[in-house]
């Protein structure tokens, strides 16, 4: 069963790109990889996904190399509204018992 | 119009009671879950359901009952309630397990 780990927080100034690292070492084949943002008092909200390699949408990037072990979600020049937690989630179709939210990454932005 | 709804937002009882919280989506969704997070931020997957298929989280108690009149709606029972049930509950719905998911926007409950 793929567990994930994300480091507890992270500080970052506005304008500078922001890269939060996911780590999935039992990742299955069939495992995708979801970001998901949470802003407080509000339920999380999808950020982008991906299989393998680089996906990118209209908000972030997601680096996953080759073994699939890691994920990293890039935010391209942050700001301050990017304060949020960020948590990575690895899972199949299976249901319940194949979805794994990671611990989250606090995102602070500083002016 | 909200895509995800949840009643109530905030939810104070007793030890030892029973509560219900409910959940409606209007997207479509065939399926459906049941999250915990609790004061650590922790988000941890209870339940899902897709297509009358219950597939329960195996280290939820069973004290723990989700029930769907129809597609559209999945309602969180709780019985005995016990102070380590104190969290945010949140539902969320999609297509299919790897797909999008949507959240309401979170029931806290407090146990006294």
């Known amino acids: 069963l793929a567990k994930t780990t994300q480091p507890i927080s992270m500080d970052s100034y506005e304008g500078q790109e922001v890269n939060i690292t996911c780590s999935h070492n039992n990742i299955a084949t069939n495992d995708y990889i979801t970001w998901y943002q949470q802003f407080p008092s509000q339920g999380p909200r999808f950020i982008i996904q991906g299989y393998k390699t680089k996906v990118t949408n209209e908000v972030a990037s997601l680096f996953i190399p080759a073994d699939r072990k890691s994920s990293t979600l890039s935010l391209p020049r942050v700001s301050l509204s990017d304060t949020a937690v960020y948590y990575c989630l690895v899972g199949d179709q299976t249901g319940a018992n194949n979805l794994f939210f990671g611990t989250g990454t606090r995102l602070t932005v500083i002016p | 119009d909200t895509a995800v709804s949840q009643t109530p937002k905030y939810l104070v009882t007793q030890m030892g009671n029973d509560k219900s919280i409910k959940c409606e989506q209007n997207l479509g969704h065939d399926t459906m879950y049941w999250y915990k997070q609790d004061s650590k931020k922790f988000l941890k997957i209870m339940f899902s359901?897709?297509?009358?298929?219950?597939?329960i989280n195996e280290t939820v108690p069973n004290r723990f009952s989700p029930k769907s009149p129809d597609k559209a709606h999945l309602n969180l029972h709780i019985n005995s309630l016990e102070l380590g049930d104190s969290a945010v509950y949140f539902c969320?719905?999609?297509?299919?397990?790897?797909?999008?998911?949507?959240f309401g926007p979170g029931t806290r409950l407090t146990v006294l």
């Open positions: 969320a719905s999609s297509w299919g397990y790897t797909d999008t998911q949507y």
């Open positions: 359901y897709n297509n009358k298929e219950l597939i």
